[in-house]
């Protein structure tokens, strides 16, 4: 089983939809969270952190269920400038605190 | 503005030829960076924790002898890619972790990457 698995997609949907995606890790002792963003050719980009009781920020929404070790990201309202390559990344602590990213979720938003 | 540099942002050469790119924090100092490396449509991967007055640590898999590193100052790590072959052309990106951690918070900040292709 990989250490973080997503769903590749791709995602296309109109401009204005919501759409969610998933994300599994393996590692039960993992203690961090986070969605990243990746345009096309460019570097990640922290995009928000996930904590246990769920965060929001503006049009997104991500959830944690350690007892499930699933992490969702909901995107509401989606816009143009939402496509790209969302990557759920997960740090299992340790005394490197390695990062490891799953293969990313493709989005498309058309107009 | 920008966090971390990296340094060429493309390279193109020869089989055989050895490759430098260089990492730089711009905003504060590091102790710490990483180095990873991304093929078309694959997880960034991480190869190597570059530890600054000490030896890099290498994930498993990757040959420390033809990925060397040095932790060159509190702002520079450099990776040179040695005798580099069509297989090492990929996506490099290095990153600092969040100011005043070690990574232990999990956010770090990534260079814009240095795209790398071996003829």
């Known amino acids: 089983r990989k250490e973080v698995e997503q769903d590749p997609g791709p995602f296309n949907v109109p401009e204005g939809a919501t759409v969610a995606f998933n994300c599994t890790y393996s590692?039960?002792?993992?203690?961090?969270f986070f969605w990243y963003r990746q345009d096309c050719r460019k570097e990640p980009k922290l995009l928000m952190s996930?904590?246990?009781s769920g965060n929001e920020d503006g049009r997104f929404t991500a959830q944690l269920n350690r007892a499930s070790q699933y992490i969702s990201l909901l995107i509401r309202d989606s816009k143009l400038s939402d496509s790209a390559t969302y990557l759920c990344v997960v740090n299992s602590g340790g005394s490197n605190y390695k990062l490891t990213f799953g293969k990313g979720t493709l989005l498309t938003v058309n107009p | 503005g920008a966090v971390v540099s990296q340094h060429p942002s493309r390279v193109i050469c020869k089989s055989g030829t050895s490759v430098k790119i260089e990492c730089r924090s711009l905003?504060?100092?590091?102790?710490?960076m990483f180095w990873y490396r991304q093929f078309p449509k694959q997880s960034l991967m991480l190869m190597a924790t570059?530890?600054?007055?000490?030896?890099?640590?290498?994930e498993q898999g990757v040959e420390k002898d033809k990925f060397l590193i040095n932790h060159a100052s509190l702002t520079l790590s450099t990776l040179t890619v040695t005798s580099a072959h069509p297989e090492d052309s990929s996506f490099y990106i290095c990153?600092?972790?969040?100011?005043?951690?070690?990574?232990?918070?999990?956010?770090?900040?990534f260079g814009p990457g240095t795209r790398l292709l071996v003829l």
């Open positions: 570059s530890n600054e007055g000490s030896k890099a640590t290498y």
């Open positions: 905003d504060f100092q590091a102790t710490t």
């Open positions: 996930v904590y246990s």
């Open positions: 990153s600092v972790p969040s100011r005043g951690t070690s990574g232990g918070s999990g956010t770090q900040y």
């Open positions: 590692n039960s002792a993992s203690q961090s």
